[in-house]
């Protein structure tokens, strides 16, 4: 059973770039078919797709992060990142990474808010807050 283990600081800078790991075990993340990717939930909003990325390195973004966000991938450590740059304090929330079987659905690359079910593996998420 794949699990994902998302790791990175806690707390970044306001203007600076936020930067996380989500480490893959039980799976490959060069496995055709599935999606990789990152989430991110603010203190007491819904949850919020940012980007994925695919078993051969395509990426996906969301419109409203695409001019801040780049998603990699390590394949020697079966690890996918996360870049956010120039955040601010609205980007203070729980990070999560997570697979889907193909790109997430239109409606949640459109910016509607993600279900749990939108995704079969999820991290058990990382706080990240954006202070001075």
């Known amino acids: 059973q794949v699990q994902l283990q998302e790791s990175g600081p806690g707390l970044v800078k306001p203007s600076q770039t936020l930067s996380l790991t989500c480490t893959v075990s039980g799976g490959s993340i060069r496995t055709i078919t599935y999606w990789w990717s990152w989430i991110r939930q603010p203190p007491g909003k819904g949850l919020e797709w940012i980007g994925a990325?695919?078993?051969?390195?395509?990426?996906n973004y969301s419109p409203s992060l695409k001019s801040r966000t780049s998603i990699s991938r390590d394949t020697s450590k079966n690890q996918f990142t996360l870049q956010l740059s120039s955040v601010t304090p609205e980007d203070t929330a729980v990070y999560y990474c997570?697979?889907?079987?193909?790109?997430?659905?239109?409606?949640?690359?459109?910016?509607?808010?993600?279900?749990?079910?939108?995704?079969?593996?999820w991290g058990q998420g990382t706080q990240v807050t954006v202070s001075a």
């Open positions: 997570a697979r889907g079987r193909g790109l997430p659905p239109a409606g949640v690359v459109a910016g509607r808010a993600v279900e749990r079910a939108d995704f079969s593996s």
């Open positions: 990325i695919d078993n051969i390195g395509i990426t």
